[in-house]
C-alpha cells in the first residue's frame, strides 16, 4: 500500500461502547465495548484484511474502549505483536461535569440547542468538574503518570486539539515520514481534531463531520502532507447509515 511518494494512514474511532448505548457523555469513563461493539471492531479488522492492508505501528487511548477497538481489529489482521502506544493525548475530549448524564435527559433540561452547543462548538467548554470530583483526572490512577497542569476539568474540541494535534506532529508524523504504515484506533473528538488538520477544515466545516464507529478510514499523504486519498473500508450502505446515526445522538427523544 506504501511506495515512496505516499504515506499511509488508518484511524478507527472505536465500536460502540456501554455509555454510547445508553446514551452517556462519557468522555474520559474509563467503559468497555458492547458485544456490538466489539462485533464492529471485528469487522473493521476484517475489511482491511480483505483489502490487503498491513500495518508497521499502532496508536490508541488510555481508555480501553479504544484499546480493546484496536485489540479486535488487529486479532482479525493476525498483528497482535505490532507495537503499541497508548497515550492520554488521544483520549475522548473530556466532558466535564456531563460525564455520565443522558444526552437526551440533557437535551430536555438544557434545550437542545445548548446540548449542541456543547457537544459541537468548536470553543465552548461544557460545565467544568469540581476539583477532586470521582471523575476528575487529577485524582484518578490512569492518569498519574501525566503532568497534573496537562489535566483537564472539561474540555471544548479546540482544547482537544491542542492535545491530539501537537501528539501527533511530534510522536505519530516521524514514523509516517520514516515509512512506517500506521493505524490509530481513538474517539470520535480526538480523531476530529487529526481530521481537521489533515483536511484544513475550519471550525465551522468540522462540527459536520460524523465519523463512524469501527469503520476504518485510509488516508494516503504525498510528501508535503497532502490528502490524495481518503476513503472508508467497508459495505458502504453500512456507513453511510452509521455516519447517519452518529449525527442523531444528541436529540430529545421523541
Known sequence: MNDDQTMQLVIVRHGESEWNKLNLFTGWTDVDLTDTGREEA???????????YDFDVCYTSLLKRAIHT?????????????????????????YGALQGLNKADAAAEHGEDQVKIWRRSFDVQPPAL????ERDPHVQEMFR??????????????DTIARAWP????????????????LIAAHGNSLRALVMQFEKLTPEEILE???PTGVPCAYTFDKDWNVVDKHYIGDP??????????ANQGKVKK
Open 130 to 133: 469540581e476539583p477532586g470530583d
Open 167 to 182: 501528539y501527533f506532529e511530534q510522536e505519530i508524523k516521524p514514523q509516517m515520514e520514516a515509512g512506517k504504515r500506521v
Open 237 to 246: 450502505a453500512t456507513i453511510e447509515a452509521k455516519i447517519n446515526a452518529v
Open 145 to 158: 503518570d501525566v503532568p497534573k497542569e496537562d489535566l483537564p476539568y472539561t474540555e471544548c474540541l479546540k
Open 70 to 94: 484496536l485489540n479486535c481489529v488487529l486479532d482479525e489482521l493476525d498483528r497482535n505483536w505490532l507495537p503499541v502506544t497508548k497515550a492520554w493525548q488521544l483520549n475522548e475530549r473530556h
Open 209 to 211: 463531520v460524523n465519523i
Open 42 to 52: 471485528h469487522a473493521g479488522g476484517k475489511a482491511l484484511k480483505e483489502a490487503g
